[in-house]
Structures are given as C-alpha cells and as structure tokens.
C-alpha cells in the first residue's frame, strides 16, 4: 500500500532545495495523484522520480547546507542583506529587508571570525544608502573608519562624550522618575541591593535642594560619604559609595558636567560611539543610560507610528536602528532571570520590549547568546546565524528559527560569510545566505581624534549654549539670597567660560563666547579692574598667545555660586606656584603624547629615588621623563633621573637657559648623553605636532594595508631634530 501523503511530503521537500527548477510541473503532477487509479499512480512516480531524483542527489552533494529558499520576488526588500544561496549555488539575487522589517529587530550569532562583523559593516552600507540613521557602539574598533567612508557620518569616543545623568533629563519626563530609571540601570550594570536605590534617591533630593539643582555623581559620593546611617542603612550606603567610586573613577569627565551634549541632538545623526577599552560594567551604564534617554524622549514626545503605513518621509526622519558588536557586552542578560522575580527586570527589557512603536530598533550580534537579554531575543524578528560550535547552542538556536533537529548540525558547517535566516512574517523556512564581504580597514588613533573633532567640536558648542544658560539662570537664583557682586551678564559668562575651559587661550574665548573683539577688550577690562582675572602672556607655537588666569577672588566667587570644588582646587593648582605657564605646558606636551600612544603622570615620584620629574611618560615599557625649566639652569639635579627612565628631556623657555645647560652637559664627564634630549619648549612641541601630523598621513595612506600606526616621539636619535642631542 503506497502511503502517498508521505510521498508527496517527501518531493515537495526535495524540490524546495533545487535551484533552477521546474517546480510548477512537479507540483501539478502531485496534484493530480490523490485522483488517479493505482497503476496510474505507480506510473506518474516513476516519471516524478525519474526527473526530480537525479537533481537532488547532485545537490545533495553540495558542501553548504541544503536548505529550501526563497524566490526572487519573495526576498525582495529595500535593505539588501546577501546573496541567496541554495547549497553551493549562488542564485544571483539578493534578499532584502523591508523597514516593517528593521523596526522589528535583528539578531545574530556566530563565533569568533564567523562573519558577523562583515554582515553589520554591509548592513550599515545599504542604511547608508537608503538613507537611514543609525548609532553603532564599537567595542573592538572596527568602525571607526566609516567617517572616512561616508561622510554624513560622525564618530566620538567615550572619553569625549559628556552628559549628567542627573541634570540632563528627557524632555516632559518627571525629575524622580528619571533618576529612580538612571539608578536602575547602575544596579543592573553594577550590582546594587534592592533597597540602595531608594535609599540613593532620598539623597539625591537632598542634595538637589541644597545646591539648587546642580548636583553631579561626585557630589552624590560625597554627599554619602558625609552621612551616619543606621547598620543596615550603612550598609545600603557603603554599596552605593562602591559603585559611584567606579562611575567616578572611570568615567569622571564624561558624567561630571554641568549638563552634557543634546542628547536628542546626537540621535538625529548617524554615529558611532567607541568604547574600547572601558570597563564593561560602567560601558553598560553609560550605553543603557543614553538608549533610556531617547526611548523616554520619544514617549513623552508622542513619536509613533503603524510604520507599515507611516509615509517613508516620517520614518527617514524619525526611524533610529542600534547596532551592537558584541551584543552581550552592552545586554549582559545574567541576572535577568533571578532579578525578574525578587527585583526588576532589566530597564533595557523595557526598551526591547516597547521601542518598536517609538521608531528605535536594534541589531545586535554576538557569540554568546546565552548572555543576551532574553527579552531582545524574543522582540527580534530577523534572525541570522552564523557557524556555531557548541553543540547544546546550536540545538537552541536551530529551535528558534524554525530548523528541523535534523537539520542543526549544519550550524557547525557553515563556511565564513555563510549564515542561516529567517525573517517572521517574510520566509516560512530558513534559507542560506552568503554575506558580501566589505573591507575593514585599520584606522591610527591619532587619526580617529582627527576624525572625532568636527563632530566634538558641533556638540561643544551647543553644550557651551546650554550650560551657560543654566549657570545665569543658577546666578539670578543665587543673587535673590546671597550679595553678589554686580558684573554684566557678559562678565559671568566669560567667567563661566573660563573656569571650564583653562587652556584656552584669547582668540577662542571669543569665538566660543560669540563676543566681539569691542565687547572682549570691555569685559577684560572690567574683570581685571574687579581683581577676577589676570592676563599671563608667553609664545605657544610661532606667536605669543593671550591667556586668562581666574585669580582667588573669582574662584571663591565661583564656588559660592555653586562651582564644582574639585574643579576650584583644580584651577587653585594651576595657578599657583610653579606658575600658570608651566602648567599649561604640562598639559600641553601630555595631552600630545597621548595622542600618540604613550600614559602619561603629571608630578611623578620616582620610586627608587623619590625624585619628582614634571611629566612621566610610558609606552610599550620605555619610560621618559620630561622637565620643564621657565627659569632655571640647575642642571646638576635633574640628571639624577637617568639610572631610573630610558629617556631624560630638558626643556627650556628661552636660548639663554638652554645654551647655558648645554653647555653644562658637555662639560660633565660619565653622564648618559645618549639618554638625553635638550631643546626649547617650542622646538619639543612642534616635533610631537610634525608626528602627530605624519603618523594622520601615514594611517591614511596604509588603511586597509598593514594597519600599523606611526610611531611615538623618536626613541632614538635619528629621528630627533636637529639640535635636540647633547652630542655633537
């Protein structure tokens, strides 16, 4: 007796796998075969098997996987993600997302060199064409060259970004609420009782009230700090300290502003954030905090839509898509499911869950899926699996786009490129895909800040607007119950200015101030007369640069209207004793050296010797001490150092100074001469610039090729300037 519904299920089966097929044909003839006698029957599969049997067992050789795949017209789609494959055939035609596709999530795994970075650096290439924005977070400095590619495209590191989580709340969005989320997120990142949060947001009021609301997470710290709780209240406390100690301690710059960048303003421009190499807990803070921003921005906002019926003008202008690179690093899913039940689920849950209908989508891939929230998996509707090894994930994830279990084991089989797919709503079965390979070329550091400074310098400016619109209004508030001395408005900006930026020098305080040179000379004037600022002149480069120095006056002015202590006793430091001049060229010299690659320490002890260098700088275990002398020629002392680092550079503000030392060296007998460098302040900094300038060229021209970045300041003689060595 011929079973003849599994037969028919068996056919249809194999000819869902031949490519370039006449399967109308087949199909007509299964048709017929329920309605047929026996003979006739046994006849026609003959004739079936006859014809499909040899097609499928030379397909069946193929090396890729045999899986069913879609037609030319089934996968067509704006977003062109790769080539359909049937085993090793190539059918010419891509498959292609929808954007109801991308507003519903992707998701993919593979392990390590699978292709996954590939398919997000082609991905970004059709958003780019269609014209759609996007934000990537970049662990491993894989897109920092897209800037360079596209140029509608922005880049910031971590370290540039600045915002206050506390003072830089989502439009419409309740105070409380946004700091009760913010400390959600910190207990989800870094671990927190249940109970802390509450007992943090007691505080934050507090604080809040007291410094009229301009409060940041170190004054949150110490605020904590300064309390006597209870045992368990201390002990909710103590957890607290810890974890703002971390948030402080590595991202210090970045969360304690006065406001921060536009955060809405950000999400209107493609962008890429680099955050190698942050720790992962406070990278997850920092990450999930921005992502809740503009989740909560677009809810209070009213930004939604059917976006199957939305006009495609309203979502280009309002559609955003995240793309994760290591996925698990920025949704570490671990406590998901103990924390669900006694605590809170995850806050990013909550945007996996709901973004969709805000216009917020993510794609994220990763080799570890078990550590990714389970509630992104569940939302995401394209899933694309890449070669998977272990045995127990391939079988889950198999599961989850429809595989057969027969069939999972072809997961551990795919070549590099190759991926599994299936996109709910779009193929009833999975079908194989190969990615189309984009170069990745390598990009220097030095180049990355080259790229980064446009972009930084936008979002300065319009944080420059804010923060002083915040500080007059925090100085009228400040003046109605504490005597303030009468300044123009003008006076307090310039002021404000100043105390944030140290190093600027006159032409661009004026240009960030939008002051005219009229209006600059009066409130200079002014400011001098009030004993506020003094003028400390001296050559930067080729020409003398005009400096402001805050005096005591004006820094205890500031920290009454509110000023960060920290930063008052920074500026104390810089003006004091050695001098503002030798401060600034501190900075100056390591703020070049990092740039290129070395760590740098300002006012090190040795610690053999105890002997204090003004800079000590370190790169790949070669260590240079750097001495800075505005005054003096007391030589003797300063050789001291050379037993104890590999390079010694004597740094002098005028000839006279620096002839005289030469002089002194070349007179000394038994001294390391090889080891040193001596030269003018100016000689030493345009040598760091020529480098830092040619290491920019060099990148640019080897992107792609050997991917090696310029090296440091010379670290041996033939490449110093001229004049630098005390021989010869």
């Known amino acids: 007796m011929i079973d003849l519904d599994k037969y028919i299920d068996s056919v249809r089966k194999k000819i869902s796998v031949i490519p370039n097929f006449d399967k109308e044909s087949i199909e007509s003839l299964l048709d017929a075969l329920p309605n047929l006698g026996e003979f006739e029957v046994k006849q026609i599969m003959q004739d079936i098997d006859s014809i499909v049997e040899p097609e499928y067992q030379k397909h069946k050789r193929s090396k890729n996987p045999i899986l069913s795949f879609p037609s030319k017209e089934e996968a067509q789609g704006e977003i062109e993600i790769g080539e359909v494959y049937a085993g090793d055939q190539g059918l010419g035609y891509p498959f292609g997302l929808s954007r109801v596709d991308l507003t519903e999530n992707i998701f993919g795994v593979g392990r390590a060199g699978s292709?996954?970075?590939?398919?997000?650096?082609?991905?970004?290439?059709?958003?780019?064409?269609?014209?759609?924005?996007?934000?990537?977070?970049?662990?491993?400095?894989?897109?920092?060259?897209?800037?360079?590619?596209?140029?509608?495209?922005?880049?910031?590191?971590?370290?540039?970004?600045?915002?206050?989580?506390?003072?830089?709340?989502?439009?419409?969005?309740?105070?409380?609420?946004?700091?009760?989320?913010?400390?959600d997120v910190v207990a989800h990142s870094t671990g927190l009782y249940v109970a802390t949060p509450s007992h943090v947001l007691e505080a934050l009021e507090e604080i809040y009230e007291i410094k009229d609301g301009r409060i940041n997470s170190k004054d949150l710290y110490q605020y904590l700090k300064s309390q006597n709780e209870s045992k368990k209240r201390e002990e909710y406390n103590s957890t607290a300290l810890n974890r703002l100690f971390l948030l402080n301690e590595l991202l210090d710059d970045v969360i304690n502003v006065d406001y921060g960048f536009d955060v809405e303003d950000i999400f209107k421009d493609s962008w890429i954030i680099q955050m190698a190499p942050l720790h992962e807990a406070v990278s997850s803070f920092l990450i999930n905090v921005l992502l809740l921003w503009e989740y909560y921005r677009r809810l209070y906002k009213g930004v939604r839509a059917d976006w199957k019926s939305a006009p495609h003008s309203y979502f280009l202008e309002n559609f955003h898509m995240f793309i994760m690179d290591e996925a698990h690093l920025t949704q570490y899913g671990g406590h998901e499911h103990k924390d669900a039940t006694i605590f809170s689920p995850p806050p990013l849950s909550i945007f996996f869950s709901q973004s969709r209908e805000l216009g917020l989508a993510t794609c994220a891939f990763t080799q570890f899926p078990n550590m990714?929230?389970?509630?992104?998996?569940?939302?995401?509707?394209?899933?694309?699996?890449?070669?998977?090894?272990?045995?127990?994930?391939?079988e889950e994830l198999g599961a989850s786009i429809g595989l057969e279990k027969d069939d999972v084991k072809i997961l551990g089989k795919l070549d590099r490129g190759f991926a599994v797919v299936n996109v709910a709503g779009r193929t009833k079965k999975p079908f194989l895909m190969k990615i189309p390979f984009i170069e990745k070329p390598i990009v220097a550091e030095a180049e990355i800040l080259a790229i980064s400074k446009p972009y930084i310098t936008r979002l300065q400016a319009k944080r420059q607007e804010i923060e002083s619109r915040l500080f007059m209004n925090h100085v009228e508030r400040k003046g109605e119950s504490v005597p303030l001395p009468e300044l123009p408005k003008e006076c307090w900006q310039f002021l404000d200015h100043v105390f944030g930026h140290p190093w600027e020098y006159q032409q661009k305080v004026t240009e960030a101030l939008g002051f005219s040179d009229r209006k600059m000379a009066k409130v200079k004037d002014l400011l001098i007369k009030k004993n506020l600022i003094r003028i400390e002149k001296f050559p930067v480069k080729v020409h003398d640069r005009i400096y402001f120095v805050l005096t005591a006056n004006a820094l205890d002015l500031l920290q009454t209207v509110g000023k960060s202590p920290q930063m008052v006793a920074y500026w104390r430091w810089i003006s004091t004793r050695p001098g503002f001049q030798h401060r600034f060229f501190q900075n100056y010299i390591s703020v070049q050296h990092k740039i290129l690659g070395w760590k740098g320490r300002l006012e090190y002890s040795l610690p053999s010797s105890g002997r204090r260098v003004d800079i000590l700088e370190e790169k790949d275990g070669y260590r240079k001490a750097i001495e800075l002398e505005l005054s003096t020629s007391d030589i003797e002392n300063k050789i001291r150092v050379l037993d104890e680092v590999d390079e010694l550079v004597l740094l002098y503000n005028d000839e006279t100074h620096l002839q005289f030392s030469r002089?002194?060296?070349?007179?000394?007998?038994?001294?390391?001469?090889?080891?040193?460098?001596?030269?003018?302040?100016?000689?030493?900094?345009?040598?760091?610039?020529?480098?830092?300038?040619?290491?920019?060229?060099?990148?640019?021209?080897?992107?792609?090729?050997?991917?090696?970045?310029?090296?440091?300041?010379?670290?041996?003689?033939s490449e110093r300037k001229q004049g630098g060595d005390i021989e010869g």
């Open 115 to 183: 292709g996954k970075t590939t398919f997000l650096l082609n991905l970004i290439d059709q958003l780019e064409q269609n014209k759609i924005r996007y934000t990537v977070i970049d662990w491993k400095n894989d897109y920092t060259f897209l800037p360079k590619k596209y140029s509608d495209v922005n880049l910031a590191t971590y370290r540039q970004f600045a915002y206050n989580p506390w003072i830089n709340i989502p439009p419409g969005m309740d105070r409380r609420l946004w700091w009760f989320i913010v400390l």
């Open 372 to 394: 990714v929230m389970s509630a992104f998996k569940t939302n995401a509707g394209t899933k694309v699996i890449l070669n998977v090894v272990e045995s127990d994930m391939r």
């Open 663 to 717: 002089a002194k060296l070349l007179k000394m007998k038994d001294i390391q001469g090889e080891k040193i460098w001596i030269g003018t302040i100016r000689d030493y900094t345009e040598l760091l610039e020529n480098i830092i300038a040619d290491n920019v060229s060099k990148a640019a021209e080897t992107s792609g090729k050997d991917g090696k970045s310029g090296e440091g300041v010379p670290e041996d003689g």
